[in-house]
Every structure is written in structure tokens, then in C-alpha cells.
């Protein structure tokens, strides 16, 4: 764990591309050669162990990196993208990967909590933390619009329906002069009990970017994020869940309530979208639609399949990837989509449970199949 | 309101309709003899598109000038080109995914789409902004009243109308058409009888991508204009029109394209606020068809195994 944080770290700090090209590669071969000399499973066994520990060594982690790189905005800038992309595919991830509702509109709720966030801090004064939860709100009630036709249709017949809203969103967005139309809005920074995000902080002649504050912000919500996914995972709810997504007309012969468990999960995704989105919104100071288009939401999608469907850890090492790779690498910058969508179908070729594929179920700590 | 005018919208959402058609065809193609949805197919559109517009630049630089010619050459070209495209698509990423779940096939095919897009926009020269396409049609126009016939527009509505045709011939009316309704039917009992399921299923996949093509063509010839967006766009019309016509019903995909071309020029001329809301409107309606039609207008026939 300190070894990734610490070439994590280093990564963020190298600005030379060769110097990059070279660490990444170093990377990748790192984990092969531990693959190879079978050094990874006692680790994931013993990481499966412990979760908890995992998981607070992964939030010390996180929390170096932002001391480290404390006064550098641009870095903070991306971690804080990082981790709010984090929480988006979170939601993705229950509801492609625990109940099986498809959703290629993630990019759109996206952008709702975002543009709830725009307005509702330049026209009124609401708290800004209630702005967050409006935010999740507005992205689960818009989505609850697309409710019914996403009752209604399977496979294929559903995928249009939330493709057909990704578009609409985006054309009504580009259109509507309220919004600002292609132009978009800017975005007022986040005030708590008058204490604005948006100035620097000083503590003993110690300049620290504002970003910090956003960062710690979006962590909390990350790490609030993570414990009910992982809790609903395990609870009964997720095994409701996973019983729909694996046979739908088997589940409904045993008495679950398709619709139920579908709706919640459909709107408890798009709430946690919405929510990273709000915030997200505030960060960056300002949206457009250009930013909240179809081939975002495959870039969300892609993340999720990379990570491996179902599994939150996966989720997270592949936002990881997904988000600094090309940020660091200038080189790629243009061809990004190209290689986001290349990543995902050698691994759907070559891999199809993703990098780090959802765990069994387990019910007695320490035994193995 | 006058009825010139009237007709001059009925010939535009013709016109959208039959490019909406062809692509949608494609898509109940692929669905029907392999129950997939290839995604790439629109983008296929663009390649194609570009493909001619490659050939075009390629004629004019040795010299050929003739309309006729050149036209013949692009769609010859545009097509070919296509075509083995396809067919290389379902040979490398459709069939290995088989066994799959539905949703891998669709993800990969999504993707191969960004990747053909992608590909276009960064490696044709200056591929990221529009292109002019040739004008090769004759452009003579028939004014009745308000209502002005294009030359050019008659002569693409009547080309799409004949394709379909060839299309609907084709596949009730010869061997090949037999053998494709057959793996479309009950791929074990094709393989008993001895249809050769792979040529079958890339055949098929040629077919569909030339149609495809042929969209393109017609999208270029009758805008004058390609860009590499085209195809996203068209490919997720197409996948519309051919979802609310029912998949697996080449009608269906007919009407659907022909339906959501009408929506869009209702919804440009008949709705009071801005035409920019056609889009919208025309993807709303769309949604809502799914909520009261959840697998089409001519819906497929689905047995639930209960």
C-alpha cells in the first residue's frame, strides 16, 4: 500500500513525459511480475481479510497524497476528480452491477447535479451543504421521469431508452438559453457557515491550496459513498439485488418485488451521481454541455467495466487510471476516447470481469472455496 | 397552411426518413440473424462516407472528371469498402463474444464505434472539421407553387426506395435471402440443414454495413457536408427507429425510420417554440413509445421461459 502511494505520489509530481512513459510502464510491469511470481493472491486474500483496515489505509493514503501536494492546485484539482468520479461510478455500479438496470446516461446526472448546483448558488441561498443533497435529489427525480420505460424494457429496448435521454439531455441543455446554452454557467464556490472554499487557507505561514478544502469535502463523501455500497452489498438488499440481475423471472417466481428493487436501485445510483456531480460542479467553477455528453457516459461505463462490474475497489483503481493517466501523459491528451474505448474492448476481448473481478460472496470470515 | 409548403416537408422527412431506414434496416439485420446489436454501425456510416469522399478527392487528382464516373467509382469504393468492414467486425469482436452477456457485445460494439469515430477525426487530414462533399447530381429543381422539387433529391429518394426493394427481393426471393431467414429463424436447425452459419452471419454483416454505406453516400450527397459526428448521430436515430419499429422486423425498422423522421419535422415546424427543441421532442416521444411499446410497434415474438 505504501509502495502505490508512494509511486503514486511520485507519478503526480513528475512533469517530464519521458520520465512518465517510463514510471507507468515500471508500474505495469510491477504488477505482472507479482502476478507472475504469484505474490498477488496472499495479498488479496489477505486484503479480503481485512477490509476494513484496507480501507482505512486506502483513505490515509488518499489523505498523504493531499498533504504532499498541498499547495499545488492543479494536482489537488485532479485527485478531487478522481474521487468524485469515484463516487458517480459507485452509483453506476449498483445499478449496472447489482441489479442489472442499464444506465448510459450516467454522464447526464452528471451534469443535473451540476447544473443544480449553478443555479441554485447564484439565485438563492440555500445552504451549500443542502445544495449537495438537492443536487442528488434533482439527478433522482429527473431520473424518476425515465422510470416507467426503464420498468418496462430489457436488454437491448432498455439501452436506447437511457442512450435517447443522454442525447435529449444534451440538446435541451445546448438549446435552452435559461441555462446559458452552449455557453454554460458559472458555478459559485461552496460556503460553509461563512466559510468560503474558495480562498486559500493559512495555517502557521503555511499557504495551502483551496482545493484542500474541496478535497477533504469529496473525501468524506467518497468515504460515506463506499460504506453504504459496501453495506448494501452485503445486506440482504444485495442479495435481493443480485437475484434480479441474474434471473429477473426467476426472482419474480420467488416472490421479490421486481419493481421495488429495481426503482431503488435506478434512483439510489442516480442520487449518488447526482451528489458527486453537485459537487464536482462547484469545483470546477463552471459548466457547459460539452462536458455532460454520450461519450462521457462511455467513459463512466468504461471506468466501471475496467474496474470490473460490482466491485468498489476495482471501481476506484480504475477511476484512478482512467482520470491521471491521460492528465499526466500530454501526449495522449487528443486520443483519449480512442484509447478508453481500445482499453475496454481488449478487456471485454481478453478479460470480460475486468481488472479486479467482484469476489464471491462470503459468509464465514476465513473460508475459502 | 399552404399546400406546397406542405409538401415541401413531406419531401424532407422523406428524405430523413429513407437515410433513417436504411441505417435502421442494419441494425434489424445484425439483430435478426445473431440476435446482437451492433453499435458500430453508425460509425461504419462515417467511414463509409469518408471512404467515398477519399475515392472522390483520389479521381479528382488523376484526372477523371465525369459526374457519372466518379459517382459509380464512390459508391463502388464506399461500399466495397464497407462491406469487408463488417464483415471483419463480426469476424473479430461480434463472434468471439457469443457466449457472452448481451451487454459485453454491446459495450465492445459501443466502442469500436468511438474507435472508427475516433479514427476518423484524428487521422483523416484535418478529419475534425466539416468536409465539403462534391455536388454530383444534377441540381435542377421543379417549382410548383411553394413546393421545390430537387432534381437531386428525387433521384436519392428513388435510389433508397430501389435499394429497399433489392433488399426485400433479395431476401425472399433468393438462396442467400432463404439461408439468412433460416439462421434468423433457428440458427441449430440452419446448421442441420446445411447452411454454413459463419458465411451466412458475415454475409449478413456485409450486407448491412453496405447499407449502411450507402447511407453515408446518400447523407453526403444530399447535405453536401460530412463530418465525423455524422455517424454517432445516425447510428443512435437508426437504433431509435429500428427499437420502436420492433427489432427483428426489417417493416418495423421502415416505419420506425420513416416515424422518427416525422416526429423531427412535426416537431421543427408544427411545435410553438423554437425548432432547436426537434431533437428533444422527437427523443421524448421515443422514451414515451418505449413506456407503452416496451419492444416496439411490431414487437418480436419473446416466449418467457416460466
Given at each position: 500500500m505504501v509502495l502505490v502511494t508512494a509511486f503514486l505520489i511520485i507519478l503526480l509530481r513528475v512533469e517530464n513525459q519521458k520520465a512518465i512513459i517510463a514510471l507507468l510502464a515500471l508500474g505495469i510491469g510491477a504488477v505482472i511480475a507479482a502476478n507472475r511470481l504469484g505474490l498477488l493472491k496472499p495479498v488479496a486474500h489477505s486484503f479480503s481479510e481485512r477490509e476494513d483496515a484496507l480501507g482505512l489505509l486506502a483513505i490515509v493514503a488518499t489523505l498523504a497524497v493531499g498533504v504532499v501536494f498541498h499547495e499545488d492546485h492543479f494536482v489537488l484539482l485532479l485527485v478531487c476528480t478522481v474521487v468524485l468520479y469515484?463516487?458517480?461510478?459507485?452509483?453506476?455500479?449498483?445499478?449496472?452491477?447489482?441489479?442489472?438496470?442499464?444506465?448510459?446516461?450516467?454522464?447526464?446526472?452528471?451534469?443535473?447535479?451540476?447544473?443544480?448546483?449553478?443555479?441554485?448558488?447564484?439565485?438563492?441561498?440555500?445552504?451549500?451543504?443542502?445544495?449537495?443533497?438537492?443536487?442528488?435529489?434533482?439527478?433522482?427525480?429527473?431520473?424518476?421521469?425515465?422510470?416507467?420505460?426503464?420498468?418496462?424494457?430489457r436488454g437491448h429496448y432498455a439501452a436506447v431508452v437511457t442512450i435517447a435521454f443522454a442525447l435529449l439531455f444534451k440538446t435541451f441543455l445546448e438549446v435552452n438559453d435559461v441555462l446559458g446554452g452552449p455557453q454554460g454557467l458559472q458555478v459559485r464556490g461552496m460556503t460553509i457557515l461563512g466559510w468560503s472554499f474558495n480562498d486559500n487557507i493559512e495555517i502557521g505561514g503555511v499557504e495551502l491550496s483551496f482545493y484542500l478544502n474541496?478535497?477533504?469535502?469529496?473525501?468524506?463523501?467518497?468515504?460515506?459513498?463506499?460504506?453504504?455500497?459496501?453495506?448494501?452489498e452485503r445486506s440482504w438488499i444485495g442479495?435481493?439485488?443480485?437475484?434480479?440481475?441474474?434471473?429477473?423471472?426467476?426472482?419474480?417466481?420467488?416472490?421479490?418485488?421486481?419493481?421495488?428493487?429495481?426503482?431503488?436501485?435506478?434512483?439510489?445510483?442516480?442520487?449518488?451521481i447526482g451528489v458527486a456531480g453537485t459537487l464536482h460542479g462547484m469545483v470546477v467553477g463552471f459548466v457547459q454541455p460539452n462536458n455532460y455528453t454520450f461519450a462521457d457516459s462511455l467513459v463512466l461505463v468504461s471506468i466501471l467495466l475496467l474496474g470490473g462490474i460490482g466491485n468498489p475497489w476495482g471501481v476506484a483503481v480504475a477511476t484512478v487510471i482512467v482520470v491521471i493517466v491521460p492528465e499526466k501523459l500530454q501526449v495522449i491528451q487528443e486520443y483519449r476516447f480512442m484509447l478508453y474505448a481500445a482499453l475496454v474492448m481488449m478487456v471485454l476481448l481478453f478479460r470480460p470481469e475486468g481488472l479486479l473481478p467482484r469476489p464471491v460472496r462470503r459468509y464465514f470470515p476465513g473460508w475459502r472455496p | 397552411m399552404d399546400l406546397g409548403l406542405v409538401a415541401q416537408y413531406t419531401m424532407n422527412g422523406l428524405m430523413l426518413g429513407m437515410m433513417y431506414a436504411l441505417v435502421a434496416v442494419g441494425f434489424t439485420l445484425f439483430f435478426g440473424v445473431l440476435d446482437v446489436i451492433k453499435f458500430s454501425h453508425g460509425d461504419v456510416l462515417t467511414v463509409g462516407a469518408f471512404t467515398a469522399l477519399a475515392s472522390f478527392i483520389g479521381l479528382q487528382s488523376i484526372g477523371l472528371t465525369s459526374d457519372?464516373?466518379?459517382?459509380?467509382?464512390?459508391?463502388?469504393?464506399?461500399?466495397?469498402?464497407?462491406?469487408?468492414?463488417?464483415?471483419?467486425?463480426?469476424?473479430?469482436?461480434?463472434?468471439?463474444?457469443?457466449?457472452?452477456?448481451?451487454?459485453?457485445?454491446?459495450?465492445?460494439?459501443?466502442?469500436?464505434?468511438?474507435?472508427?469515430?475516433?479514427?476518423v477525426r484524428l487521422f483523416y487530414?484535418?478529419?475534425?472539421?466539416?468536409?465539403p462533399f462534391p455536388r454530383l447530381l444534377p441540381a435542377d429543381s421543379i417549382n410548383i407553387g411553394n413546393f421545390n422539387l430537387r432534381l437531386d433529391n428525387a433521384i436519392l429518394l428513388t435510389a433508397g426506395a430501389l435499394v429497399i426493394v433489392g433488399l426485400q427481393f433479395l431476401l425472399n426471393r433468393t438462396k442467400l435471402g432463404l439461408a439468412i431467414r433460416a439462421v434468423a429463424q433457428d440458427e441449430e436447425t440452419a446448421k442441420t440443414m446445411g447452411v454454413n452459419f459463419n458465411a451466412i452471419v458475415l454475409i449478413t454483416f456485409a450486407i448491412g454495413s453496405a447499407l449502411a454505406a450507402f447511407a453515408g453516400l446518400m447523407n453526403g450527397l444530399y447535405y453536401n457536408e460530412i463530418n465525423f459526428g455524422i455517424g454517432l448521430y445516425l447510428g443512435v436515430v437508426g437504433f431509435s427507429a429500428a427499437i420502436i419499429g420492433g427489432l427483428g422486423s426489417i417493416y418495423g425498422a421502415i416505419l420506425g425510420g420513416f416515424l422518427f423522421a416525422g416526429l423531427q419535422t412535426i416537431g421543427a415546424v408544427a411545435l410553438p417554440f423554437a425548432s432547436a427543441y426537434k431533437d428533444v421532442f422527437a427523443f421524448a416521444v421515443v422514451i414515451a413509445l418505449m413506456a407503452w411499446r416496451p419492444t416496439g410497434l411490431i414487437p418480436e415474438k419473446l416466449s418467457e421461459r416460466v
Open positions: 469515484t463516487v458517480a461510478t459507485l452509483g453506476l455500479s449498483i445499478q449496472f452491477g447489482y441489479a442489472g438496470v442499464l444506465n448510459f446516461a450516467g454522464a447526464s446526472f452528471f451534469g443535473i447535479g451540476a447544473y443544480t448546483a449553478a443555479v441554485l448558488n447564484q439565485h438563492t441561498a440555500v445552504p451549500h451543504l443542502l445544495v449537495l443533497l438537492i443536487g442528488g435529489l434533482m439527478a433522482a427525480l429527473i431520473g424518476s421521469l425515465l422510470l416507467l420505460p426503464v420498468l418496462r424494457t474541496y478535497f477533504v469535502m469529496s473525501m468524506m463523501i467518497m468515504v460515506l459513498a463506499f460504506v453504504v455500497v459496501r453495506r448494501l442479495l435481493n439485488l443480485d437475484a434480479l440481475r441474474l434471473d429477473e423471472t426467476a426472482a419474480g417466481c420467488f416472490g421479490l418485488n421486481i419493481v421495488r428493487w429495481k426503482i431503488t436501485a435506478f434512483l439510489l445510483g442516480n442520487f449518488l | 457519372a464516373v466518379e459517382l459509380l467509382a464512390m459508391l463502388v469504393a464506399a461500399l466495397g469498402a464497407m462491406a469487408l468492414l463488417g464483415a471483419f467486425i463480426a469476424r473479430a469482436f461480434i463472434l468471439p463474444l457469443r457466449s457472452a452477456p448481451a451487454l459485453n457485445t454491446l459495450l465492445i460494439t459501443l466502442m469500436l464505434g468511438t474507435v472508427l469515430r475516433e479514427a487530414p484535418d478529419g475534425a472539421n466539416p468536409k
